[in-house]
């Protein structure tokens, strides 16, 4: 008895190739994977760390000018700083002791604790108009971008760590998230003035917490700085001995020269 051997027609042999196609795109498209995988996982270890320490020195630098110059002007025009500082003096009218207003403390930090969040803000959400910037600073970052919310673009030849190619590549946006309170405090500083007299520095202490924040990662960075606010110099007695040298009160003498 003769069997009946059946050949594979076309449309097997087509079922076969397109199986075969499946393969190679399920092998190609693994092997994207692993790559890209891979190359994030390099970046992120990499590059992000240079990105961002860039990214947080433009942060501080943009914020310090924002906060300085709003403290600055909102204390210049609402607050009388004359009465900041307290002196107690004696009968005999020589200053005893020197203390501060409380009130009027409390009121310098709560206005300089409004305007730093007000005015950190107003950059975040781009309101640069509303900020007043010192004289180029949106020429130096942007006028555009600042309205944008996009407070600095940094190359991607940074990555490289090479001069020559730092300003190459496309620009990576770097935005800003106001992410904690903004802590302030009082600093005082005494240095001495000529004789018997003292120089009494008073400024202002502001820190705040900002989230740095570029496409492929984010950083949370401290901003801190310094205000002056307030200079006075305290008089105390001056002896009677000195007074430019000579006093008036002194005795003055003379020594005989002999020839």
Known sequence: MVKRVKLRGPRN?????????????????????????????????????I??????????KLATI???????KQIASEIALDELIITQKNNNNE???VDFNPYLVNKVLNTVTNTIQL????????????IELPQGVTMDYGDDNLKKGIIYEIPVGLITQNSFLSNLGPKIPVKLNLVGS????????VQDY???????????NASVSEQVVLPFGSKVITVSTNIPVAMKIIEGK??????NGINEKSSSFSIPITE
Do not use: H, Q
């Open 51 to 60: 990105l961002l320490n860039y990214a947080e020195l433009e942060t501080k």
């Open 182 to 189: 903004v802590e302030c405090g009082i600093d005082t500083k």
């Open 119 to 130: 005015n950190l803000k107003w950059l975040e959400e781009g309101k640069i108009d509303m």
């Open 13 to 49: 042999i087509k079922n076969i190739g397109k199986k075969i196609i499946l393969v190679k795109i399920l092998v190609i498209l693994c092997l994207v994977m692993i790559t890209s995988i891979f190359t994030i996982d390099l970046f992120n270890k990499k590059a992000m760390p």
């Open 95 to 97: 200053i005893e002791s």
């Open 66 to 72: 924002i906060i300085n110059r709003a403290v600055s």
């Open 238 to 243: 001056v002896p009677e001995y000195y007074s």
């Open 194 to 204: 000529g004789i018997n007299n003292v120089v009494l520095e008073v400024s202002i």
